[in-house]
């Protein structure tokens, strides 16, 4: 069974850091590029990194630029998302996604991955 989990999530302090992983099961990630998306209550979901198959080409959001570093380790079948710096408007529910093929100039659209995982919780307050 396709499967991807993230886990991480949890409160922080503004300014504070977390990790989040997404591992996969049932396929394995070598030729599938990653997003990391997430979704605020009361918004739509939106972007906020992805990187290629290999590694080699990542994009952030312009929110998020400077603060999160997305990797991937595929001898473990994952990836990550450090995400530094962080502040309240960061509150979300954070996913991982898979996409078939090459990244392109840009992150894939939404309508573009195929695996989704559940979904973790980041709330940023003090």
């Known amino acids: 069974q396709v499967q991807l989990v993230e886990s991480g999530g949890g409160l922080v302090q503004p300014g504070g850091s977390l990790r989040l992983s997404c591992a996969a099961s049932?396929?394995?990630?070598?030729?599938?590029?990653i997003g990391w998306l997430r979704q605020a209550p009361g918004k739509e979901r939106e972007g906020v990194s992805c990187?290629?198959?290999?590694?080699?080409?990542?994009y952030y959001a312009d929110s998020v630029k400077g603060r999160f570093t997305i990797s991937r380790d595929n001898a473990k079948n994952t990836v990550y998302l450090r995400m530094n710096s962080l502040k309240p408007e960061d509150t979300a529910v954070y996913y991982c996604a898979a996409a078939p093929g090459p990244v392109g100039s840009t992150c894939p659209p939404q309508g573009e991955y195929d695996y989704w995982g559940q979904g973790t919780q980041v709330t940023v307050s003090s």
């Open positions: 990187i290629s198959s290999s590694g080699s080409t990542t």
């Open positions: 049932g396929f394995t990630l070598d030729y599938y590029s």
